[in-house]
Nanobody
């Protein structure tokens, strides 16, 4: 199994900044895509940003030019630098990772998709 641990959420005023981190651990063979999603109360979970193993990012239109996703492959970690935050950015932010991992050291690699527990981001007006 692959575990994801997120950190960095909190309360910030409108126009402020926050940086989220997500670290993956386990019998990881290779992580392909990693990304951030968010879910506001009463709404469906939505994509915020994803990044490939090669570092190519993809952003939701609502966060372009305000958020930057980055990745440290050596540490199996991604970051989300959020700037110019707005009250509508308030949500629980979830990390997702996809790739290949082993159940035990002796098992063949299998594909996986794991989610973190979520971290709350609250932007006050």
């Amino acid at each position: 199994q692959v575990q994801l641990v997120e950190s960095g959420g909190g309360l910030v005023q409108s126009g402020g900044s926050l940086r989220l981190s997500c670290a993956a651990s386990g019998n990881i063979v290779r992580i392909t895509n990693m990304g951030w999603y968010r879910q506001a109360p009463g709404k469906q979970r939505e994509l915020v940003a994803t990044i490939t193993a090669g570092g190519n990012p993809n952003y939701a239109d609502s966060v372009k030019a305000r958020f930057i996703i980055s990745r440290d492959n050596a540490r199996n970690t991604i970051y989300l630098q959020m700037s110019s935050l707005k009250p509508e950015d308030t949500a629980v932010y979830y990390c997702n990772a996809r790739g290949y991992a082993r159940t035990t050291y002796h098992d063949p690699p299998q594909d996986f998709s794991s989610w973190g527990q979520g971290t709350q981001v609250t932007v006050s007006s």
